[in-house]
């Protein structure tokens, strides 16, 4: 019979307790599953007293989550604290180091390190696995590893941060202000404790750029990653949009085009229709285009305790069964850098602006346009606010590239006629 399975983990938050309370309550399901054993050696976190709801006297506890790496009686870490450097970095390097594999849900670490952790578990013969990183339960990057890796992957798209789905959905369903979401999102617990890495798109950002990775064969280049929150995304837009049989979503997007890598994640409008305009509050959704397959649709619940400990379960009951996959589906080695593209694929746009509320403002704004090459497909003017002598007015251009309707902001700001900065969003067909 085979040995059994020692883990070792670190990080006792919402995510670990979950991942304790699976091996201990399933233990015969994962055995029958995995085809040997798979127990919890020790554990490491920072309060040794905290109640975490499951019993943890049958562990080893290590204040120091390398020590609890180095310990001879761990097969597998699995890094549950979080951050891009710090404990969780030392611990996962600690124990590449020694050929121990590795099974973590640290989208940052790995969006800022992983091409030299990928690189380090390969010269050790170690693996390194992170579905619980993207999308919580929904078992992504399985898909584009293992499922569709007959395919040349031609879009990857999707919701990949539930608070944001879910302030955009209670701000249209119960017509509340971005404030009035957001404080209520906050008031559930909903936010990070730095809330920008949610409405900021950064943790949405990390997670595509590790899809980007696998998805094309290139190295994970976060750095290159499109970031725009949803701050600046109204209760107008939202009924703008609406009206327009459109959905607002922070998406991410990533393709490969003839000049190189896009990837950005930005509030964009979406098909009321599609199954990511129908997406509602906190679930995520991740479409994955391949030239074999066609559109493929995930869809499932992107954090809590259950669907990520799920995820994590998944990885270790890959290595119990002996599956040795690289890190992002391609040796280390032969991840190329990606030439980043901004936006370079032609779409229709939104626009939203306040305009001065006099004689030749639109036609200023038409010329702009119409100087960068970007044709207007619907326009709507709206009466005077009562700030600002100025009027709303929301366009829809055709097809046109980022660059070109960029170009027309700049030229709009210098005509004078324009008040703050207009809101632009891009169409994404689905």
Request: proline share 4%; hydrophobic share 45%; with cysteine.
């Amino acid at each position: 019979m085979s040995e059994p399975l020692r883990l070792g983990i670190a990080g006792l938050g919402t995510v670990g307790a979950g991942v304790v309370k699976i091996v201990q309550q399933k233990a015969a399901l994962l055995e029958a599953r995995s085809g040997r054993k798979i127990v919890i050696s020790a554990v490491s976190a920072r309060n040794r007293d905290k109640d975490r709801g499951v019993s943890l006297a049958d562990y080893a506890w290590e204040d120091d989550p390398v020590a609890l790496a180095k310990r001879d009686d761990i097969d597998v870490l699995v890094e549950l604290m979080g951050g891009s450097d710090g404990p969780a970095k030392a611990a996962t390097e600690a124990a590449l180091k020694l050929g121990k594999d590795v099974v973590t849900a640290n989208k940052a670490l790995l969006a800022h390190h992983g091409q030299a952790l990928a690189e380090l578990a390969e010269s050790t013969g170690a693996v390194l696995r992170f579905e619980a990183a993207v999308a919580g339960g929904i078992p992504v990057i399985k898909a584009l590893t293992e499922g569709l890796s007959a395919n040349r992957i031609t879009r990857v798209m999707g919701v990949m941060n539930g608070t944001c789905n879910y302030i955009l959905t209670r701000m249209e369903n119960a017509g509340l202000s971005y404030q009035e979401a957001f404080s209520e999102a906050d008031g559930l617990g909903y936010l990070e404790a730095d809330p920008d890495l949610d409405v900021g798109g950064i943790d949405a950002g990390h997670k595509l750029s590790l899809l980007s990775s696998i998805a094309y064969g290139t190295q994970v280049a976060f750095d290159a990653v499109e970031l725009e929150g949803i701050g600046r995304v109204s209760i107008e837009d939202i009924r703008q949009a609406a009206d327009m049989g459109y959905r607002i979503k922070l998406l991410g997007v990533c393709r490969m085009t003839d000049l190189g890598l896009e990837q950005s994640m930005a509030p964009s409008l979406v098909p009321a229709s599609s199954p990511l305009g129908q997406l509602e509050g906190g679930t995520n959704m991740v479409v994955i285009e391949g030239d074999e397959v066609g559109q493929i649709v995930l869809r499932g619940a992107g954090a809590g305790e259950g669907p990520t400990a799920s995820a994590v379960m998944g990885d270790v009951m890959d290595v119990a069964r002996g599956t040795r996959l690289s890190t992002f589906g391609a040796p280390a080695s032969s991840l190329v850098q990606a030439v980043p593209a901004k936006a370079t694929t032609p779409a229709p746009y939104y626009l939203r602006m306040a305009l001065a509320d006099r004689p030749g403002a639109l036609a200023k704004v038409a010329a702009a346009l119409g100087e960068a090459g970007v044709s207007i497909n619907r326009l709507r003017q709206y009466g005077q606010t009562t700030t600002a002598d100025t009027a709303p007015v929301l366009i829809v251009t055709h097809k046109t590239t980022r660059a070109a309707l960029d170009s027309a902001l700049a030229a709009m700001a210098d005509t004078g006629v324009v008040h703050g900065t207009p809101v632009a969003l891009r169409i994404e067909a689905v």
